[in-house]
């Protein structure tokens, strides 16, 4: 398969960001940096296919952390620059430009990948080549990379209380659950903790309908229609949704299509946010909820930056934040610091220097990464609003450890979480 030349963002702002003033006619006034080469950070998410509806914010969201760090001087008294490409969707894709961010642009981290299936892809190449993976989507667990940092939720961070609240009075007493999802790792392995986990509460597997659906699935009539029937056997019935992508849009429309509202059916989202609503009409959707780490309409003095920092870097009021954004947020706060620790970006020290780091995220929380690799983060359960935004309706009151070896996974009975 051929490849594309990795290449920095183009544009004005991402030019300069990356330190490239002089490729376009740059103002007069510029940053000082020392004379040491510029430290590179590469962008690996799709910004085509059917994941570019959730992963082209997350690119953004990079090349703002580019230029917010190089407006405080840089690293390490050097410039930072990002070489970005597109896997587009393809998951053997994403390995082959893993490899060329780090052999060919040699970059000293790279920020990317939001399915299971394109981290599992890229994982042997980050493995083989000593490289860095910074991965800010929720995810099932059941891994641990010394080559990955994992800034997203593990499944006792959003799946497992999402489930809880849905089966409590507040979340309307469920006895049955209805488990949608793409048809990829993370879906089915999450839903195999979750029978599990339903199972050790009294749900028996006739209880669990559990449905998948290509990526990109666009004909939700007959499954949303199994899923009325299914709710109308005379148990309280709720929708767990793992669906990733753009098949979010036509199964949100469907759900209003058949009249199924939150008071009847609630559904849960794992892979909903606010950008993923800002392409659909959320009136129907009023009630529905989603289980996340941060919602954009958090109430707290970092999030406050964070708005401001994104409205002031993408000069669009109608773009929105959202909980991987965030994530990657967090995780290049996390690196950066961890570079100005280890005074170096070589991968080994700055591996170290990562654990312990620490920062107040705009969830309102202040998150930790552990020696797993994964940080201890708040979970948050959210109300759909009319205007794609989100009402939190139930929260932890501090941030917990991630358990990204589940105990509702026999085979991990005799190995060692946190």
Not at 360 to 374: I, K, L, Q, S
């Amino acid at each position: 398969m051929p490849t594309t030349a990795v290449r920095p963002a183009v544009t004005r702002r991402a030019a300069l960001a990356a330190g490239l003033g002089s490729v376009l006619a740059a103002p007069a006034i510029r940053l000082s940096f020392g004379q040491g080469a510029p430290i590179r950070v590469g962008v690996l998410h799709s910004l085509s296919g059917t994941m570019a509806i959730s992963e082209t914010a997350l690119r953004d969201t990079v090349l703002m952390m580019v230029e917010w760090i190089n407006a405080r001087g840089g690293l390490l008294g050097r410039r930072v620059e990002a070489a970005v490409v597109d896997p587009a969707s393809n998951w053997p894709l994403f390995a082959e430009k893993a490899r060329e961010l780090l052999q060919v642009a040699k970059v000293d981290a790279v920020f990317g990948c939001w399915t299971s299936v394109s981290r599992k892809s890229v994982l042997p190449v980050f493995e083989e080549l000593n490289g860095l993976l910074f991965y800010p989507v929720q995810y099932e667990g059941e891994e641990q990379s010394r080559n990955v940092f994992y800034t997203g939720a593990a499944p006792n961070q959003q799946a497992i209380p999402a489930v809880e609240y849905l089966m409590g009075p507040d979340g309307g007493d469920a006895k049955r659950i209805a488990l949608l999802g793409t048809d990829y790792v993370y879906p089915r392995t999450t839903n195999r903790i979750l029978r599990a986990f339903l199972n050790s509460k009294g749900i028996a597997d006739a209880d669990i309908l559990e449905e998948y659906t290509p990526f990109g699935h666009s004909d939700w009539q007959g499954i949303v229609s199994r899923v009325k029937r299914f709710a109308g056997e005379g148990k309280r019935t709720a929708i767990v949704s793992t669906i990733n992508g753009d098949a979010n849009v036509p199964f949100y429309r469907e759900l209003g299509n058949q009249g199924i509202k939150a008071e009847d059916i609630p559904s849960v989202a794992f892979s909903v946010g606010e950008e993923e609503l800002a392409g659909i009409d959320a009136k129907p959707l009023v009630g529905h909820l989603a289980a996340w780490n941060y919602f954009m309409s958090v109430q707290a003095p970092a999030n406050t930056e964070f708005k401001q920092m994104w409205s002031n870097y993408i000069k669009n009021p109608r773009r929105v934040t959202n909980d991987p954004m965030e994530a990657t947020y967090t995780g290049f706060r996390m690196w950066a610091q961890a570079v100005a620790k280890a005074g170096t970006t070589a991968v080994d020290p700055v591996r170290e220097a990562m654990y312990g780091q620490k920062v107040d995220a705009p969830c309102g929380y202040a998150e930790e990464m552990h020696r797993n690799h994964h940080l201890s983060k708040p979970v948050m359960i959210g109300e759909i609003q009319a205007d794609g935004q989100f009402n939190t309706v139930w929260k932890t009151p501090a941030a917990i450890p991630a358990e990204n070896w589940s105990p509702f996974i026999p085979e991990n009975a005799n190995r060692r979480r946190g």
